[in-house]
């Protein structure tokens, strides 16, 4: 069955139905921004009688409500909800600019060429137009809101207009008696007997021609009926929106729930005038979630409503098409209904608090440090559903070897909505009856030869070895500390950075290619302190200088100890050994490696590394 109708309705019914109420515009539809070109482009289509494309509605009163609001510049207490028959879909822009100039008596808010916002009316030069079609985007002129046009710097006027008789006076016809210009045509004929002239007969040639094209102009319609659903809208009001900034899932789902009284925006970003926090401000006490988007959380709202409806359709008894899927994906955002989001905003909320906690304790102290954001939306889902049991011992060691598998094997770039409604399901019976593996458990792999090609901080691995490195207790150089030791008040002062163990200009005399001492494997979290005393010297040198510093003061044993909480060989590295060193603390990264995901890596001779450059490096 079809869900729309086309047609053509007539430019004048459709601006009579905006300023009347009966078309208004969905909330979720961006306010109205056409600049002072475009409108003057759309007013030369209409006297060309070209087309300037289709007009989208929906029909008022289906499963698809949003709340409305008029057409901007209409009197909202005009028109009103119960007035409402349509929502106007595609077309805000051409629709709007043309209420703005054909039926409003005062100037259109625009902005010009410069972006700056202007106040003008519009006009059309009645002799230029007269010269022909081709003449019209001459005679179609906006002038200023006092209506007078003015050169050599504003010192002198070149045209006035600011009264009907300067409008007769100088033939220029104003666009907003397009429509209706009785009272203009007569005073035109009053200022023709009284000013002797014999302008009339040539303004009716003019009506023919030009006006009479506005009057009788045609657009087409395609009109969605009631019958759609709300995210089959949004999908089409998605798909039809191209000539302006894509919408998001958070700016539709809101839209949706505005219908209902539901403030969205007010509920994530809060509301300091009605005292409401938001769920925003509340995730970001915590260091590692102050980039959570709005969008990710209806994601992650989305995984427990669909893993909630599936498990309550498989008790049913139900199978195949009726058991509903797990989804994280557009479609099914926007389809969330208000009670499932009231329901598990406050679980996710303390999902989302428990998952950082989680966090901090495998070593990621800051959002710079999270290999995936997306990781983040079914871990924080998962959380929510096992409430304090995370913190269970057998519990939290399959939450973390699913952490790293996903890290290390590299499996949340990019679009993941797959493998985070699988993951949720399958670590969830995962904990539950501890007989399967989760997907990314089993299809997670590392090759230890990308140890060697690892150079890019963006790069996910490269944050993971990173992390798991001060996950296994690395102590700077300098503090003598783990990352896990220092406090909130000394973190921006002592917090470990990634640096390298035998220094770029060193390695640079040895000659030593780039590729290889920008691995992962040369470098490790320090200090800055730790790497301002490393600058550029052999390992031999800084190790004594640091040993010796004042407020480090350690012996060789001391500093070796130490070197060891960092996967490095004290032996290779005090001897300069930089082929040494690395075939080494590649064998013992890998090692914890395998312990972070439970599961073994082939070893392979150091000749498998890559001697490719990131392109970051």
Same mark, same amino acid.
């Given at each position: ?6 047609t ?11 300023? +009347?109420?009966?078309i ?15 409108i @003057? ?16 509605l ?6 698809a ?5 008029p ?13 409402l ?10 629709l ?14 625009? @902005? ?11 006009y059309?030069?009645?002799?230029t137009?007269?010269?022909?079609p ?6 179609i002129?906006s002038?200023d809101?006092d ?24 033939f220029?016809?104003p ?11 007569e005073? /035109? ?9 014999? @302008?009339?007969s ?5 009506r023919a021609?030009?006006?009479?094209e506005? %009057? ?7 009109e ?9 809208v949004? /999908? ?11 919408l ?20 994530w ?14 995730l970001?006490?915590q260091?590692?979630?102050?980039e959570?988007q709005?969008?990710e959380?209806?994601q ?8 909630e409806?599936?498990?309550?359709? /498989?008790? +049913? ?7 509903t ?6 479609e099914?955002?926007?389809? *969330? ?9 406050q ?7 428990? $998952?950082?906690k ?9 959002t710079?440090d ?8 079914p ?9 304090d %049991? ?8 399959k939450i973390?070897r ?8 590299e *499996?949340?770039?990019? $679009?993941?909505e797959? %493998? ?23 299809d ?6 990308r140890?060697?090609?690892? %150079? ?9 070895v ?5 996950r296994?207790?690395?102590k ?6 783990t990352?896990?030791?220092?406090d909130?008040s000394?973190?921006?002062e @002592? ?12 390695c640079d ?8 001492y ?10 800055y302190? $730790? ?12 190790l ?23 996967q490095?060989?004290?032996?290779? /590295?005090?001897k300069?050994?930089f ?6 603390r ?12 439970g ?15 990131d392109?970051?490096?």
């Amino acid at each position: 069955m079809s869900t729309f109708d086309s047609t053509k309705t007539r430019l004048q019914t459709l601006l009579n139905s905006i300023v +009347a109420g009966e078309i208004q515009l969905p909330d979720f539809q961006r306010g109205w921004v056409w600049d002072d070109e475009h409108i @003057r482009s759309l007013l030369v289509s209409i006297a060309r009688a070209f087309p300037v494309g289709a007009i989208m509605l929906l029909e008022a009163g289906g499963d698809a409500k949003f709340k409305a609001r008029p057409v901007e510049g209409v009197d909202p207490t005009q028109a009103t909800l119960d007035k409402l028959k349509k929502l106007l879909l595609d077309g805000q822009q051409r629709l709007t600019s043309l209420t703005q100039v054909l039926i409003f008596n005062q100037p259109v808010q625009t @902005r010009d060429s410069k972006k700056k916002l202007v106040q003008r009316y519009y006009y059309i030069d009645i002799e230029t137009a007269l010269l022909g079609p081709e003449h019209y985007e001459s005679a179609i002129i906006s002038i200023d809101a006092d209506r007078i046009q003015k050169e050599n710097f504003g010192r002198d006027v070149k045209l006035d207009l600011s009264t009907p008789e300067k409008e007769y006076e100088h033939f220029y016809f104003p666009c907003n008696q397009i429509l209706n210009s009785d009272a203009w045509e007569e005073g /035109l004929n009053n200022y023709d007997t009284t000013h002797d002239s014999n @302008r009339f007969s040539r303004y009716m040639k003019f009506r023919a021609q030009v006006l009479n094209e506005f %009057r009788s102009y045609d657009l087409p319609i395609i009109e969605l009926n009631c019958n759609n659903k709300k995210e089959a809208v949004c /999908l089409v009001f998605e798909k039809v929106n191209t000539g302006g900034e894509p919408l998001t899932v958070f700016e539709l789902v809101t839209a949706t729930y505005a219908a209902d009284n539901i403030n969205l925006r007010d509920e994530w970003f809060g509301n300091s005038q009605e005292k409401i926090e938001g769920i925003q401000a509340h995730l970001k006490k915590q260091r590692l979630l102050r980039e959570v988007q709005p969008t990710e959380f209806l994601q992650g709202l989305t995984l427990l409503y669909t893993l909630e409806k599936r498990q309550q359709d /498989l008790k +049913a008894g139900k199978t195949g098409k009726q058991v509903t899927g797990v989804t994280a994906k557009r479609e099914a955002v926007l389809s *969330l209904p208000l009670d499932a989001f009231q329901k598990w905003k406050q679980p996710l909320t303390q999902g989302y608090w428990k $998952a950082a906690k989680f966090l901090r304790q495998e070593s990621f102290f800051s959002t710079g440090d999270l290999p995936y954001r997306t990781q983040l939306i079914p871990l924080a889902a998962v959380m929510a559903l096992l409430g304090d %049991r995370w913190l269970e011992p057998r519990v939290y060691e399959k939450i973390a070897r699913w952490f790293w598998c996903g890290i290390l094997g590299e *499996l949340y770039g990019g $679009a993941v909505e797959t %493998r985070m409604a699988l993951d949720i399901q399958q670590l969830i019976d995962w904990i539950e009856d501890g007989k399967e593996e989760p997907n990314t458990v089993r299809d997670a792999n590392f090759q230890p030869a990308r140890l060697g090609s690892l %150079r890019s901080r963006t790069s996910a691995a490269y944050k993971g070895v990173n992390a798991l490195i001060q996950r296994e207790g690395a102590k700077d150089f300098f503090w003598k500390s783990t990352i896990q030791e220092l406090d909130e008040s000394d973190w921006e002062e @002592r917090k470990l950075d990634i640096h390298h163990i035998f220094p770029k200009s060193w390695c640079d005399k040895q000659g030593i290619s780039a590729s290889r001492y920008n691995s992962i494997l040369n470098k490790t979290p320090i200090s800055y302190k $730790a790497n301002r005393m490393i600058g550029g010297k052999a390992p031999s040198e800084y190790l004594i200088q640091l040993q010796q510093q004042k407020n480090v003061q350690l012996d060789d044993a001391g500093m070796d100890a130490i070197l060891t909480t960092h996967q490095i060989d004290p032996i290779t /590295l005090r001897k300069d050994d930089f082929e040494g060193f690395m075939a080494s603390r590649q064998s013992m990264v890998l090692a914890k490696i395998e312990a972070a995901m439970g599961k073994a890596v082939l070893v392979v001779d150091d000749s498998a590394f890559s001697d490719v450059v990131d392109e970051d490096e």
